[in-house]
């Protein structure tokens, strides 16, 4: 079974919204820290934004903050992320990750999903 699966991805024009969705099988929905990334090409990997189970757990890269919207969904058992007024340089691969606690890292990663915008 794979751990953590990522969907909604595609095409949308600059201006335009898309919505993440990480579906997290088994205990990972209790993870401590719940995250995406993402990959630009020739870019590292960078920070997009991070949730918990725990109030002020919340964090956002300043490229994104106002824009995107990270929470959890216990029905669900997923991990999404709103994307709204997306820009070209939002372009590139955004990977779902779990932290299972404070002192592992970010050691559980999905496949990823691939978000273009175009101008």
């Known amino acids: 079974q794979v751990p953590l699966v990522e969907s909604g991805g595609g095409l949308v024009r600059a201006g335009g919204s898309l919505r993440l969705s990480c579906a997290a099988s088994?205990?990972?929905?209790?993870?401590?820290?719940l995250a995406w990334f993402r990959q630009a090409p020739g870019k590292e990997r960078e920070f997009v934004a991070t949730?918990?189970?725990?109030?002020?757990?919340?964090a956002y890269a300043d490229s994104v903050k106002g824009r995107f919207t990270i929470s959890l969904d216990s029905a669900k058992n997923s991990i999404d992320l709103q994307m709204d007024n997306l820009t070209p340089d939002d372009t590139a691969v955004y990977y779902c990750?779990?932290?299972?606690?404070?002192?592992?890292?970010?050691?559980?990663w999905g496949q990823g999903t691939q978000v273009t915008v175009s101008a």
């Open positions: 990750t779990v932290s299972p606690s404070m002192t592992s890292g970010y050691n559980i």
């Open positions: 088994g205990h990972l929905f209790s993870a401590y820290a």
């Open positions: 949730t918990g189970h725990n109030a002020g757990s919340t």
